[in-house]
């Protein structure tokens, strides 16, 4: 193998993604690691260059082809015939073969011994080496590990299924519950909040939600998911006949001491049927206010709206923001045996006491505009509806919360100030928003850095141009990663938010149709107002979550 003779710093230096005195500074923490970290390592920490930008760098001046390894079709049964500690050491990835050459992804094309010791051991043709993201690369050898986990189960699995011979026999519901329950005790134990059942063209895949990012946990054959579907879909009342419509089913199991409920959905894909099960702990309902994560001003803010007399409150964000665990919380806070309180759900989820809980059935004609009808015929004093998705159950909301009702609800917008324009657009006057609404509340949810692994970082300097106004010797944290948080650096969410009390003024303001940049420049300069990446960025500097993380997930100022 040819070694071209490259300098690292210089190449960086040349192409103006570092100066030579960062060079410089990065070779001083080098060396005073004991040169246990190579110089590109110490400059990805440091937050000078990204893994990508060294990445399409070293391809351009190594003349080395960049790979996507996504895009590929990896045969991951035909990886199993190479030597993982040889791969591994030399951070590459056998993706494919042809009659001239065995061709190779790796994320390290300086590492020349260990590619040298690869190819005299594994390749029986030259290698064509081609460059791909370290993440890339990480990512394959987890699948390995997964499969190679996986492989035995798996056989037990195939040899009941195959002994008993019957479909839908003991022995095949005996083998593929066992595998079902430790699929979902897997999930419980990762406190996933989503499992994923997924087929494609070799085989299917399980990943779980854990703190709203997906993770690969388990990979099969194909027989093995076709008797899985079918289990599944039994237990969740479902037609197991029926492949080419979507279907909604629940139901619940006993795992690792516990009861939990399990909300199934199915939806026909090109490869097969995908499943996803929401997993839903009747704990995690009993969480109180301050536990969601509002800092005490915001606290104040939201206990003030949610204890109104009347009106409208609302808490917007996207599917995932943790909207429903917020209302829920604030039901706990304001339910008595003194207040009737109805709530119309799709689905509902959990069961509180003290509240009547109402199930949409669209079949049937009982959508929320019908629930919201029948209710003010039960003499409520305070109403959840899950969602208002169109004019008539906004203007139904309004109505009722004119007639003396709290009427707690959700939307789908970025902002609080952008929900008011959102029911404009919907339909309602300007004047029934202004009387009928009492705040707004915006979120989402960020990941918590894992306190066994917490560390002092370097954010990427492109992040930190985002955010102008932090101090440059600003100390920051993140997780390295570690067997708790299975490699993450996170464990755990919580909420970062912006509240909008709608006052007198305000409801001036919206009455005579003023925009929301107009509303949320008042209420920043008079009323207190704070936008959502500053509740983010208090708890970035406070070591609890990371700038990736909030700048993920909201609007850079």
């Given at each position: 193998m040819i070694r071209p003779q490259v300098r690292l710093g210089d190449l960086l230096i040349s192409d103006g993604l570092i100066t030579l005195i960062q060079l410089e500074y990065a070779l001083q923490k080098q060396k005073d690691s004991g040169f246990s970290k190579k110089l590109g390592e110490v400059l990805v920490e440091e937050g000078m260059v990204s893994h990508k930008e060294m990445a399409l760098l070293l391809s351009k001046q190594l003349k080395i082809d960049f790979v996507d390894l996504y895009g590929e079709k990896i045969d991951f049964n035909a990886l199993a015939k190479f030597s993982l500690p040889l791969l591994t050491s030399a951070k590459a990835i056998p993706f494919k073969e042809d009659e001239e050459y065995v061709y190779i992804a790796t994320s390290d094309p300086l590492n020349f011994d260990a590619l040298e010791v690869l190819e005299r051991n594994i390749?029986?043709?030259?290698?064509?080496?081609?460059?791909?993201?370290?993440?890339?690369?990480?990512?394959?050898?987890?699948?390995?590990?997964?499969?190679?986990?996986?492989?035995t189960i798996a056989a037990d699995v195939k040899r009941e299924i195959n002994n008993e011979g019957v479909k839908g026999g003991d022995g095949e519901a005996s083998a593929v519950m066992?595998?079902?329950?430790?699929?979902?005790?897997d999930?419980?134990?990762?406190?996933?909040?989503?499992?994923?059942?997924?087929?494609?063209?070799?085989?299917?895949?399980?990943?779980?939600?854990?703190?709203?990012?997906?993770?690969?946990?388990?990979?099969?054959?194909?027989?093995?998911?076709?008797?899985?579907?079918?289990?599944?879909?039994?237990?969740?009342?479902?037609?197991?006949?029926?492949?080419?419509?979507?279907?909604?089913?629940?139901?619940?199991?006993?795992?690792?001491?516990?009861?939990?409920?399990?909300?199934?959905?199915?939806?026909?894909?090109?490869?097969?049927?995908?499943?996803?099960?929401?997993?839903?702990?009747?704990?995690?309902?009993?969480?109180?206010?301050?536990?969601l994560g509002f800092e005490n001003k915001n606290l104040e803010k939201f206990n003030e709206i949610i204890h109104a007399p009347f009106g409208i409150v609302l808490i917007t964000g996207p599917t995932g923001s943790g909207k429903t665990t917020t209302l829920y919380a604030a039901l706990n806070e304001v339910k008595s045996i003194e207040n009737k309180v109805l709530t119309i759900e799709d689905p509902i989820e959990y069961q509180l006491p003290l509240v009547q809980q109402v199930q949409v059935n669209e079949r049937v004609g009982f959508g929320f505009l019908d629930a919201l009808k029948s209710f003010l015929r039960q003499d409520p004093d305070i109403i959840l509806v899950g969602e208002i998705r169109n004019f008539e159950t906004l203007n139904a909301a309004a109505q009722a919360s004119l007639t003396g009702?709290?009427?707690?609800?959700?939307?789908?917008?970025?902002?609080?100030?952008?929900?008011?324009?959102?029911?404009?657009?919907?339909?309602?006057?300007?004047?029934?928003?202004?009387?009928?609404?009492?705040?707004?509340?915006?979120?989402?949810?960020?990941?918590?850095?894992?306190?066994?692994c917490k560390a002092e970082v370097r954010p990427h300097k492109n992040l930190l141009r985002r955010i102008r106004w932090i101090a440059e010797d600003t100390t920051f944290y993140a997780?390295?990663?570690?067997?708790?948080?299975?490699?993450?650096?996170?464990?755990?969410?919580?909420?970062?938010?912006?509240?909008?009390?709608?006052?007198?003024?305000?409801?001036?303001?919206?009455?005579?149709?003023?925009?929301?940049y107009d509303i949320a420049r008042y209420a920043q300069e008079n009323e207190g107002f704070e936008p959502m990446i500053v509740d983010g960025l208090s708890k970035v500097l406070r070591g609890i979550t990371t700038l990736e993380e909030v700048l993920r997930v909201t609007k850079d100022m």
């Amino acid at each position: 193998m040819i070694r071209p003779q490259v300098r690292l710093g210089d190449l960086l230096i040349s192409d103006g993604l570092i100066t030579l005195i960062q060079l410089e500074y990065a070779l001083q923490k080098q060396k005073d690691s004991g040169f246990s970290k190579k110089l590109g390592e110490v400059l990805v920490e440091e937050g000078m260059v990204s893994h990508k930008e060294m990445a399409l760098l070293l391809s351009k001046q190594l003349k080395i082809d960049f790979v996507d390894l996504y895009g590929e079709k990896i045969d991951f049964n035909a990886l199993a015939k190479f030597s993982l500690p040889l791969l591994t050491s030399a951070k590459a990835i056998p993706f494919k073969e042809d009659e001239e050459y065995v061709y190779i992804a790796t994320s390290d094309p300086l590492n020349f011994d260990a590619l040298e010791v690869l190819e005299r051991n594994i390749a029986t043709k030259p290698l064509k080496i081609y460059l791909s993201l370290v993440e890339d690369i990480s990512h394959i050898f987890q699948r390995l590990e997964i499969i190679k986990k996986t492989q035995t189960i798996a056989a037990d699995v195939k040899r009941e299924i195959n002994n008993e011979g019957v479909k839908g026999g003991d022995g095949e519901a005996s083998a593929v519950m066992q595998l079902i329950s430790l699929i979902v005790k897997d999930a419980v134990l990762r406190r996933a909040s989503d499992l994923h059942i997924e087929p494609d063209l070799r085989g299917m895949s399980v990943r779980t939600r854990v703190d709203g990012i997906l993770q690969e946990t388990f990979v099969f054959d194909l027989d093995i998911y076709t008797a899985l579907n079918s289990r599944i879909k039994l237990l969740g009342n479902l037609d197991i006949s029926e492949r080419r419509k979507a279907q909604d089913g629940r139901f619940s199991l006993e795992v690792v001491g516990g009861k939990y409920d399990f909300r199934l959905s199915t939806t026909p894909t090109l490869f097969g049927e995908s499943i996803v099960m929401r997993i839903l702990d009747q704990q995690k309902i009993l969480l109180k206010l301050h536990e969601l994560g509002f800092e005490n001003k915001n606290l104040e803010k939201f206990n003030e709206i949610i204890h109104a007399p009347f009106g409208i409150v609302l808490i917007t964000g996207p599917t995932g923001s943790g909207k429903t665990t917020t209302l829920y919380a604030a039901l706990n806070e304001v339910k008595s045996i003194e207040n009737k309180v109805l709530t119309i759900e799709d689905p509902i989820e959990y069961q509180l006491p003290l509240v009547q809980q109402v199930q949409v059935n669209e079949r049937v004609g009982f959508g929320f505009l019908d629930a919201l009808k029948s209710f003010l015929r039960q003499d409520p004093d305070i109403i959840l509806v899950g969602e208002i998705r169109n004019f008539e159950t906004l203007n139904a909301a309004a109505q009722a919360s004119l007639t003396g009702h709290l009427v707690f609800s959700t939307l789908h917008t970025n902002d609080a100030p952008s929900a008011i324009g959102r029911m404009v657009q919907m339909g309602l006057q300007s004047y029934l928003i202004a009387d009928s609404l009492v705040g707004i509340v915006a979120q989402r949810l960020v990941r918590k850095i894992c306190s066994a692994c917490k560390a002092e970082v370097r954010p990427h300097k492109n992040l930190l141009r985002r955010i102008r106004w932090i101090a440059e010797d600003t100390t920051f944290y993140a997780g390295k990663g570690c067997s708790k948080c299975n490699m993450t650096g996170y464990s755990g969410r919580l909420l970062i938010s912006e509240i909008l009390v709608v006052n007198e003024t305000i409801a001036k303001m919206i009455s005579s149709e003023s925009s929301k940049y107009d509303i949320a420049r008042y209420a920043q300069e008079n009323e207190g107002f704070e936008p959502m990446i500053v509740d983010g960025l208090s708890k970035v500097l406070r070591g609890i979550t990371t700038l990736e993380e909030v700048l993920r997930v909201t609007k850079d100022m």
